[in-house]
Nanobody, 122 residues
């Protein structure tokens, strides 16, 4: 069972990036999925989550209106479109999955992928 995050990189403030999280080893089509991030010297924090069907999405206040989470169950892949990036968005971004159909930032996601680093230059 693997979750593989990709799409990170260096971007200027105000720019955009799209992260992807591909799953392998099992299908996560009935699982909630989410994105978390951890900045240097800080604790990991919730960014966004999406229900199994994609009908329900949840966002941290700090990213609401700038980030969009989505998923394609046919491809077993989740995405995070990040717009209007600023220096505070610099972090390692992790994708996660939970066997519950809906999960938010306070839920203990069961499966975790390795991170992809996002650096926003000001």
């Amino acid at each position: 069972v693997q979750l593989q995050a990709s799409g990170g990189g260096l971007v200027q403030a105000g720019g955009s990036l799209r992260l992807s999280c591909a799953a392998s080893g099992r299908t996560f089509s009935t699982y909630a999925k989410g994105w978390f991030r951890q900045a240097p010297g800080q604790e990991r924090e919730f960014v966004a989550s999406i229900s199994w069907s994609g009908a329900n999405t949840y966002y941290a206040n700090s990213v609401r209106g700038r980030f969009t989470i989505s998923r394609d169950n046919a491809k077993n892949t989740m995405y995070l479109q990040m717009n209007s990036l600023n220096a505070e968005d610099t972090a390692v971004y992790y994708c996660a999955a939970d066997r519950a159909p809906i999960a938010t930032g306070s839920d203990p996601f069961e499966y975790w992928g390795q991170g992809t680093k996002v650096t926003v230059s000001s």
